[in-house]
């Protein structure tokens, strides 16, 4: 059908964001694009399979250069907060990150738009804080999940959390769950926190670790994609404080702008207790598939009445599974097809 060119400067972090990216390479591989990313190191392939379970076709290759499109008929491009000067007969920006401050509509940013046919960002979250910034006017096309992936399995009294070990410019939270852990004092359940240490992990996952320590509490370094689907079928309760004590609109690149981790984890009737903020608001209906919490006493109190009603517990869990089939891969490739 014709070519099409994918940059993304994050790909080796092996994020949400970088998952988003190669799954729009898969939509236009098996709508019989040629597709090329930019990056280097060939190896990626094999991680991207270790990581998401997610296999590429041979009609999508690593490249050292896409030149900013020239030549392709497509470009996908993951902004880092610019706007580049793209140059294929249809572009794509794609923000993941809601930027602010960021002199969004300067002249040259509107001179390099007109090349932009559209927009996309990835929560309405995202997109409220980026049309204002740049003064455009996105689509929103939400992530991708594998849901079919995702089951329940034997359930065990297991609280999870996924989410990359880094605070270097979203604290995912993980020292506000073991806070929140610890005070709850539960003798026969367990706390697992399981994600990416790919970027900035060393020193924050050892000072977790020291917290931690005496408690039941587990950590999952970097997890194989199997390694996730067996931990999200096992567990219980989903919790997150990603963002939390963050005023989302001084810093919304600071609060959850989507949330694939709890989408996952809905897939596999995990029942959610997340932090209300950004793309979470988006996903959880309060109280019908899952609950929305304010502060840490909130979060301990919801958590010990959803441990006690079980009849509460199945159903949320499994409205939380109904409502993770409006973000499958078959929803993002409709959606990705009406934009191309």
């Given at each position: 059908?014709?070519k099409a060119a994918i940059y993304n400067p994050y790909l080796d972090t092996l994020g949400g964001g970088?998952?988003?990216?190669?799954?729009?390479?898969?939509?236009?591989?098996?709508?019989?694009?040629?597709?090329?990313?930019?990056?280097?190191?060939?190896?990626?392939?094999?991680?991207?399979?270790?990581?998401?379970?997610?296999?590429?076709?041979?009609?999508?290759?690593?490249?050292?250069?896409?030149?900013?499109?020239?030549?392709?008929?497509?470009?996908?491009?993951?902004?880092?907060?610019?706007?580049?000067?793209?140059?294929?007969?249809?572009?794509?920006?794609?923000?993941?990150?809601?930027?602010?401050?960021?002199?969004?509509?300067?002249?040259?940013?509107?001179?390099?738009?007109?090349?932009?046919?559209?927009?996309?960002?990835?929560?309405?979250?995202?997109?409220?804080?980026?049309?204002?910034?740049?003064?455009?006017?996105?689509?929103v096309v939400y992530p991708p999940i594998d849901v079919k992936f995702f089951k329940p399995k034997r359930?065990?009294?297991?609280?999870?959390?996924?989410?990359?070990?880094?605070?270097?410019?979203?604290?995912?939270?993980?020292?506000?769950?073991?806070?929140?852990?610890?005070?709850?004092?539960?003798?026969?359940?367990?706390?697992?926190?399981?994600?990416?240490?790919?970027?900035?992990?060393?020193?924050?996952?050892?000072?977790?670790?020291?917290?931690?320590?005496?408690?039941?509490?587990?950590?999952?370094?970097?997890?194989?994609?199997?390694?996730?689907?067996?931990?999200?079928?096992?567990?219980?309760?989903?919790?997150?404080?990603?963002?939390?004590?963050?005023?989302?609109?001084?810093?919304?690149?600071?609060?959850?702008?989507?949330?694939?981790?709890?989408?996952?984890?809905?897939?596999?009737?995990?029942?959610?207790?997340?932090?209300?903020?950004?793309?979470?608001?988006?996903?959880?209906?309060?109280?019908?598939?899952?609950?929305?919490?304010?502060?840490?006493?909130?979060?301990?109190?919801?958590?010990?009445?959803?441990?006690?009603?079980?009849?509460?517990?199945?159903?949320?869990?499994?409205?939380?599974?109904?409502?993770?089939?409006?973000?499958?891969?078959?929803?993002?490739?409709?959606?990705?097809?009406?934009?191309?």
């Open positions: 059908m014709g970088e998952r988003y990216t190669f799954s729009f390479a898969k939509v236009l591989a098996e709508e019989g694009y040629d597709v090329d990313i930019e990056w280097k190191n060939q190896k990626l392939r094999e991680k991207i399979i270790e990581r998401f379970g997610l296999k590429l076709s041979e009609n999508i290759k690593f490249v050292d250069n896409i030149n900013r499109g020239d030549g392709y008929d497509i470009c996908f491009w993951v902004s880092d907060g610019s706007i580049p000067t793209l140059r294929a007969r249809n572009n794509y920006i794609h923000f993941q990150v809601p930027f602010k401050d960021v002199n969004g509509k300067s002249l040259i940013n509107k001179m390099k738009l007109f090349r932009v046919k559209g927009i996309i960002c990835n929560s309405l979250f995202t997109k409220k804080m980026i049309d204002k910034e740049y003064g455009v006017s996105s689509v359930k065990e009294n297991t609280i999870l959390y996924v989410g990359r070990f880094s605070d270097l410019v979203q604290n995912k939270g993980h020292e506000i769950l073991i806070k929140a852990f610890k005070k709850m004092r539960l003798d026969n359940w367990k706390l697992v926190l399981a994600g990416g240490i790919e970027v900035g992990a060393p020193e924050y996952l050892k000072k977790l670790k020291i917290q931690a320590k005496g408690f039941n509490i587990e950590f999952i370094e970097s997890p194989s994609f199997d390694q996730i689907i067996d931990i999200y079928g096992r567990s219980k309760i989903f919790w997150s404080a990603t963002g939390f004590d963050v005023d989302e609109n001084k810093n919304p690149e600071k609060v959850e702008h989507f949330g694939i981790s709890l989408i996952e984890a809905m897939s596999a009737g995990c029942v959610p207790i997340v932090y209300k903020a950004g793309g979470y608001k988006e996903i959880i209906d309060n109280e019908n598939c899952g609950f929305l919490w304010e502060n840490l006493d909130e979060l301990i109190t919801l958590t010990k009445q959803i441990m006690t009603d079980y009849t509460k517990l199945r159903e949320i869990s499994q409205k939380s599974q109904l409502k993770s089939q409006n973000y499958s891969y078959e929803e993002f490739k409709k959606s990705i097809n009406n934009i191309i």
